[in-house]
């Protein structure tokens, strides 16, 4: 190596070494998974951090079931173009029309990540006219959407609505907008609570500038009588201006979707820039996508028993004496110090349950906490154990 290449080095040895002093250094570890265990050097454990909320990504039989039904000329594994070029198959105008029937009617739009939606849909509908009011701990996706925007950007106290009303009467009247964008998750990833659509649509409806952006990616399949998320479970499918979700986690599969009036889809086949300029998924994810779709419509019973163990995880934290804000089968267990968060991690690993310590700068500053995200393949006894050891 030349002496310069070595300098250019050295600058990302120092900061990879001062994140490993700070212990904040971040790793891949590689894992097996088998059902709800999962196993990593050796150690087989309850998963308590997998997004595959109703268990459907480790389902043999389904993914059986799917490849049964798939003849090998539909098993099409790259569209080998944008979708406004030659990547247009059919899976994917089958996969919107399911959206669309499923909500109630409105047009969908999909797209190959809830990463690419989150940083595309912002940048296309905003200009310098608009102001995005956005809760504090939205996903870093949509915070990344917002910087790729030339909007004006102010954030509102976590879960306050009083603090947006405070905003929205602010600003409403200020010529120097066109339109406001309030963007939200309905359930938090962090703190596993969630947003009161019903009184976020009761606000909006008094600001005539207003439109509503809410990421559904916890919520979707876990939510409401046909697992379309928060806005089915609260009735506001339809006041809801852009809906998006992913299909990640749940929905075991990849992807985004946004559901919207269909001049807002068309606005955005013109306009954003990671739809026009990346090649879209796999017709094959496509057809998997909504093969899960059109077996999750019918999961309530799993819907039910999740709701089940959330709760009676939420009493049983907090008759521990922790602070649990959750109202959703994401969990946390609020410790304070990161260190001590990270020592009763390990200890509940070694103990056999698959628990992550969540630290600052992901969380503020004294709430390490750790992070339990419940799947329908956990039980009850699982949680008696697991409560035991806190
Ligand atoms: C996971 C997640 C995303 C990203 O979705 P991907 O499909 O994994 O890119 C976006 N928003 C929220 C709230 C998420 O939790």
Known sequence: MNLLNDTLLNDYAIKLDELKQQGNLRQFTSNVQQG?????????????????YLGLASDIKLREQFFDETPNELRIMSSSSSRLLTGNFPEYEQLEDSLS???QGRAALLFNSGYHMNIGILPALSDSRTLILADKLVHA????????????????RHNDLNHLTQLLQKYHADESFDRIIVVTESIFSMDGDETDLAELVRI??????VMLYVDEAHAMGVRGEQGLGCAEQYGVIDDIDLLVGTFGKALASVGGYLICHPIIREYLINSMRPLIFSTAQPPMCMA???????????????????????????????????????????????IGESQKTVDKARQLQQAGFYIMPVRPPTVPKHS??????LTTQVSQTDLDQLVALL
Not at 204 to 209: A, G, R, Y
Not at 304 to 316: D, M, R, W
């Open 36 to 52: 709800h265990v999962i196993e990593i050097n050796s150690q087989k454990m309850l998963n308590l951090s997998s997004n595959d």
């Open 368 to 373: 390490s906490r750790l992070r339990i995200s």
């Open 141 to 156: 996706s949509m915070i990344d959407g917002i910087r790729l925007s030339t909007a004006k950007y102010v954030r509102y």
């Open 101 to 103: 029937q499923a909500f």
């Open 204 to 209: 909006k409806k008094q600001f005539s500038k």
């Open 288 to 334: 998997w996508t909504d093969f899960i779709f059109q077996k999750v419509l019918t999961l309530k019973n799993e819907r039910q028993h999740l709701s089940n163990i959330s709760h009676y995880l939420q009493h049983a934290i907090l008759s521990k004496g922790f602070d649990c804000p959750s109202t959703s089968h994401i969990v946390p267990v609020i």
